[in-house]
């Protein structure tokens, strides 16, 4: 849907891919066409190179935006995009195939002198090497995919006589979801700040950054809640030169164009190390968009078609700040399971300041095959204070019916004291849950204590007391934020 409608605003006309599961959805509607490439199952549909070239040739497209999943950091179908004559939207085959591997990115950043989290530059052989690797950096360690990310293939490891273990149940998953069992070995950043860099290249050899955005709120290592800038940055505003620079060196090695992404844990003095690129326009590139008003896929768009950034370093300016919370159908409560079903209402915020990037109406069905992903809703606001309470607003009015959602979840999170503050981690959900808890226990007993005091009141012999309206304690407390 992002990008539909920018190539509408540039009179481009589409034509979208879809799979039997997503016959219904609303980018088949919206686009000037739409073909069909398989079954539900991505890897017969989605991530079959053949097909959506196929669907390409046959629709006569010139160019294929590949979006945020799938075949995107793919450097084969960007190859093979290439080789049919048709356009890839993205960087050059062999800029992704080169930070594809996160083994192979380590490298190129130790090269372009970018600081690195200490830990091996190839994949670990065997466990002796593993042993003696962990042993030199110290616990605790991480063990990580080296072909792919999202948690996939991750284990934390706190000592050696867990590490044997890890290593088998990390290399059958990262088998599983990335076809390759490679995984490496880094030590282990203690509630570090996960902050990523958007960086913008042409083909031309012009490459700018686009500032940072504050990514710690996870869970299960996939992002949440993100922001343009950073708490951190606006504590230490020296940080997003310095980042900014170490992601353009690395960028600039493998001759980067196209919207990109680089990662980096921070602990909390501001000291920095780079983790990992997507090479592709991320999920949460809206809040960059809200803050310096630069479109990046119309930018994308117009690079692959040749253009020069108009745009310097020096034109760069960051106003405000921008918050994207990712709409979810799942369930908060339940390990946050997902949740799929039918909707059967459907209404998006509005208002000043807000956006919502979204792909679901009344009457769909949301699949059960894909990720659980409903929208993604982003605010601006003058200060990070404003944007917060525009986002409390906003997910307030935010109505989804039929399903699960993590609406009132993310209501919450917006008024957490210690998000309110500033002070994350990528273990935040972990500690907000404990909060959470606590404050359920605590309200359950002011419950009980109304309830209590509204027996004693009336005197009633039984618990009918409590049945009919609710008693003037009752409401004073609700009115006093102590109910819901």
């Given at each position: 849907?992002?990008?539909?409608?920018?190539?509408?605003?540039?009179?481009?006309?589409?034509?979208?891919?879809?799979?039997?599961?997503?016959?219904?959805?609303?980018?088949?509607?919206?686009?000037?066409?739409?073909?069909?490439?398989?079954?539900?199952?991505?890897?017969?549909?989605?991530?079959?190179?053949?097909?959506?070239?196929?669907?390409?040739?046959?629709?006569?497209?010139?160019?294929?935006?590949?979006?945020?999943?799938?075949?995107?950091?793919?450097?084969?179908?960007?190859?093979?995009?290439?080789?049919?004559?048709?356009?890839?939207?993205?960087?050059?085959?062999?800029?992704?195939?080169?930070?594809?591997?996160?083994?192979?990115?380590?490298?190129?950043?130790?090269?372009?002198?970018?600081?690195?989290?200490?830990?091996?530059?190839?994949?670990?052989?065997?466990?002796?090497?593993?042993?003696?690797?962990?042993?030199?950096?110290?616990?605790?360690?991480?063990?990580?995919?080296?072909?792919?990310?999202?948690?996939?293939?991750?284990?934390?490891?706190?000592?050696?006589?867990?590490?044997?273990?890890?290593?088998?149940?990390?290399?059958?998953?990262?088998?599983?979801?990335?076809?390759?069992?490679?995984?490496?070995?880094?030590?282990?950043?203690?509630?570090?700040?996960?902050?990523?860099?958007?960086?913008?290249?042409?083909?031309?050899?012009?490459?700018?950054?686009?500032?940072?955005?504050?990514?710690?709120?996870?869970?299960?290592?996939?992002?949440?809640?993100?922001?343009?800038?950073?708490?951190?940055?606006?504590?230490?505003?020296?940080?997003?030169?310095?980042?900014?620079?170490?992601?353009?060196?690395?960028?600039?090695?493998?001759?980067?164009?196209?919207?990109?992404?680089?990662?980096?844990?921070?602990?909390?003095?501001?000291?920095?190390?780079?983790?990992?690129?997507?090479?592709?326009?991320?999920?949460?590139?809206?809040?960059?968009?809200?803050?310096?008003?630069?479109?990046?896929?119309?930018?994308?768009?117009?690079?692959?078609?040749?253009?020069?950034?108009?745009?310097?370093?020096?034109?760069?300016?960051?106003?405000?700040?921008?918050?994207?919370?990712?709409?979810?159908?799942?369930?908060?409560?339940?390990?946050?399971?997902?949740?799929?079903?039918?909707?059967?209402?459907?209404?998006?915020?509005?208002?000043?300041?807000?956006?919502?990037?979204?792909?679901?109406?009344?009457?769909?069905?949301?699949?059960?095959?894909?990720?659980?992903?409903?929208?993604?809703?982003?605010?601006?606001?003058?200060?990070?204070?404003?944007?917060?309470?525009?986002?409390?607003?906003?997910?307030?009015?935010?109505?989804?019916?039929?399903?699960?959602?993590?609406?009132?979840?993310?209501?919450?999170?917006?008024?957490?004291?210690?998000?309110?503050?500033?002070?994350?981690?990528?273990?935040?959900?972990?500690?907000?849950?404990?909060?959470?808890?606590?404050?359920?226990?605590?309200?359950?007993?002011?419950?009980?204590?109304?309830?209590?005091?509204?027996?004693?009141?009336?005197?009633?012999?039984?618990?009918?007391?409590?049945?009919?309206?609710a008693p003037s304690a009752w409401r004073v407390a609700s009115k006093q934020g102590l109910m819901h």
């Open positions: 849907m992002r990008v539909i409608r920018a190539c509408r605003e540039m009179r481009i006309e589409t034509a979208a891919i879809f799979s039997d599961a997503d016959r219904h959805a609303l980018h088949v509607q919206m686009a000037d066409e739409a073909v069909c490439v398989g079954p539900a199952p991505s890897r017969e549909s989605y991530l079959s190179i053949e097909r959506v070239l196929r669907a390409a040739r046959d629709t006569g497209s010139e160019a294929i935006h590949p979006g945020y999943g799938f075949l995107s950091e793919n450097a084969e179908f960007a190859s093979a995009c290439e080789e049919a004559g048709i356009k890839f939207i993205g960087p050059a085959p062999e800029a992704i195939g080169q930070m594809g591997s996160k083994t192979a990115a380590r490298r190129v950043a130790i090269a372009a002198g970018a600081p690195v989290v200490p830990g091996t530059e190839q994949g670990i052989r065997d466990f002796a090497e593993a042993r003696r690797t962990a042993a030199g950096i110290g616990y605790p360690v991480l063990l990580k995919a080296a072909a792919g990310g999202g948690g996939k293939g991750m284990r934390r490891v706190d000592s050696e006589a867990e590490l044997e273990s890890a290593m088998r149940s990390a290399a059958s998953e990262a088998e599983r979801a990335f076809g390759s069992a490679e995984v490496y070995l880094e030590k282990l950043i203690e509630r570090p700040r996960h902050i990523e860099v958007q960086v913008l290249g042409d083909e031309h050899g012009r490459l700018i950054h686009l500032g940072e955005r504050e990514c710690s709120i996870q869970r299960r290592h996939q992002k949440v809640v993100e922001e343009c800038p950073s708490p951190l940055v606006l504590e230490k505003p020296e940080l997003r030169e310095r980042i900014g620079e170490a992601a353009l060196k690395i960028a600039r090695a493998v001759s980067y164009s196209s919207a990109g992404t680089l990662e980096f844990l921070a602990d909390q003095q501001g000291n920095f190390y780079f983790l990992e690129m997507n090479t592709r326009l991320q999920v949460e590139h809206p809040v960059t968009e809200w803050t310096t008003g630069i479109d990046l896929v119309r930018w994308q768009i117009r690079v692959a078609a040749g253009e020069q950034l108009s745009v310097r370093q020096e034109d760069v300016r960051w106003t405000g700040s921008a918050i994207e919370s990712r709409i979810y159908a799942e369930d908060p409560e339940n390990n946050f399971f997902p949740s799929p079903g039918r909707i059967a209402q459907y209404a998006e915020p509005a208002g000043p300041g807000v956006r919502v990037d979204g792909g679901v109406y009344a009457g769909w069905t949301v699949p059960i095959e894909y990720d659980p992903m409903l929208a993604k809703l982003a605010v601006w606001g003058d200060t990070r204070e404003t944007a917060i309470e525009r986002m409390r607003r906003a997910l307030g009015e935010y109505r989804v019916l039929g399903i699960t959602t993590n609406l009132t979840y993310l209501e919450e999170l917006m008024g957490d004291g210690e998000f309110v503050a500033g002070r994350l981690d990528t273990g935040f959900l972990e500690e907000f849950a404990k909060r959470r808890r606590a404050a359920q226990k605590n309200e359950g007993e002011v419950i009980a204590a109304v309830l209590a005091a509204a027996y004693a009141t009336t005197q009633q012999p039984t618990f009918a007391a409590v049945s009919g309206p």
